[in-house]
């Protein structure tokens, strides 16, 4: 059973366009983090969300953390193809010890 | 900030033969220390995690082992390896006092 769900799974879009991606969940978590992945490389750490309701900017990416801490979301604005990867949610739990993660977001943008 | 080395980068290994994955870190001290694997374009499964030397926590009944005999050395071991070995091995380090997780390079193992 996978503790936070991503969604979509895949995601294919023209150059320009803008996007979410949802990641939600039943448990309550301590912080969100949000990673970006390139193949053959590890998790590349995007964001950290710490504080229910917080919103991060990143350039033109937006982190937004749940106001009960269960879900994020992440929103794209003016895709470019060097957004293509796959994107990653992930919740620490009090103790951060563990860390859950989501089955992630394949997202490729189309020149 | 830390840093996290992974070797072998790649490695193929007959099924049956035994397996050893080594993690190292550098900049930081008392660190958690994670083994995580991945199939291919999907998320990652928690294998072990380790809070300081020797002291292993188990997350899924394998065919693999973790140790941990330096404070910033993490080994992945098998005796005998399963096809169903085969994937992305990755090294994750959190800090103490701080709630992020950072990877290694990852270890792509092929067990034919």
């Known amino acids: 059973t996978q503790l936070l769900e991503q969604s979509p799974q895949f995601l294919s879009i023209q150059e320009g366009e803008n996007l979410t991606v949802y990641c939600n969940s039943s448990?309550?978590?301590?912080?969100l983090q949000w990673y970006r992945q390139e193949p053959g490389e590890g998790p590349v750490l995007l964001v950290t969300?710490?504080?229910?309701?917080e919103v991060k900017k990143l350039k033109r990416l937006t982190f937004q953390f749940g106001d009960a801490r269960k879900d994020s979301s992440l929103h794209i604005t003016a895709a470019q193809p060097g957004d293509t990867g796959l994107y990653l949610c992930?919740?620490?739990?009090?103790?951060?010890?563990?860390?859950?993660f989501g089955s992630g977001t394949k997202l490729n943008v189309k020149p | 900030s830390q840093t996290i080395h992974q070797w072998p980068a790649t490695l193929v290994q007959p099924v049956g033969s035994p397996l050893s994955l080594e993690c190292t870190v550098e900049?930081?001290?008392?660190?958690?220390l994670y083994w995580y694997r991945q199939a291919a374009g999907r998320g990652l499964q928690l294998l072990f995690y380790?809070?300081?030397?020797?002291?292993i926590s188990s997350e899924v009944p394998q065919n693999l082992s973790a140790s941990r005999p330096q404070d910033r050395q993490f080994i992945l071991s098998s005796k005998k390896l399963l096809l169903s070995d085969s994937g992305f091995y990755l090294c994750?380090?959190?800090?103490?006092?701080?709630?992020?997780?950072?990877f290694g390079p990852g270890t792509r193992l092929t067990v034919l």
């Open positions: 969300v710490v504080t229910g309701g």
């Open positions: 992930a919740g620490a739990e009090w103790s951060f010890n563990k860390f859950y």
């Open positions: 900049g930081t001290s008392n660190p958690n």
């Open positions: 448990s309550v978590f301590s912080s």
């Open positions: 380790s809070v300081g030397i020797g002291q």
């Open positions: 994750a380090c959190r800090a103490s006092r701080e709630n992020e997780q950072f």
